[in-house]
Nanobody, 123 residues
Framework: QVQVVESGGGLVQAGGSLRLSCAASGRIFSINAMGWYRQAPGNQRELVGAITSGGSTNYADSVKGRFTISRDNTKNTVYLQMNSLAPEDTAVYYC?????????????????WGQGTQVTVSS
């Protein structure tokens, strides 16, 4: 199995910064895309941004220029640097990873979610 654990959430004032981390562990042969999603109360979960194994990134329009995704493939970890935070960024942030695992000569893919970390931005 694969475990995904986020950390780094908290309470910050508008204009401030936070850095989220997400580490994947377990039966991992390789990781393809790693992404961050968020869900505010009453809203659907939405993509914040994602990064491929090669380092290509894409972001939601609402966070472009403020948020940056990076990853450390040696640690199976993805980061989300959030700057110029605004109250509308308040949400639970979830990490999502696409993993290839192996069992003997058998390879299979899976998509895994973390438990989420709360980010609250006060005005």
């Amino acid at each position: 199995q694969v475990q995904v654990v986020e950390s780094g959430g908290g309470l910050v004032q508008a204009g401030g910064s936070l850095r989220l981390s997400c580490a994947a562990s377990g039966r991992i042969f390789s990781i393809n895309a790693m992404g961050w999603y968020r869900q505010a109360p009453g809203n659907q979960r939405e993509l914040v941004g994602a990064i491929t194994s090669g380092g290509s990134t894409n972001y939601a329009d609402s966070v472009k220029g403020r948020f940056t995704i990076s990853r450390d493939n040696t640690k199976n970890t993805v980061y989300l640097q959030m700057n110029s935070l605004a109250p509308e960024d308040t949400a639970v942030y979830y990490c999502n990873v696409d993993v290839m695992s192996s069992s003997g000569s058998y390879y299979y893919t899976g998509n895994y979610w973390g438990q989420g970390t709360q980010v609250t931005v006060s005005s």
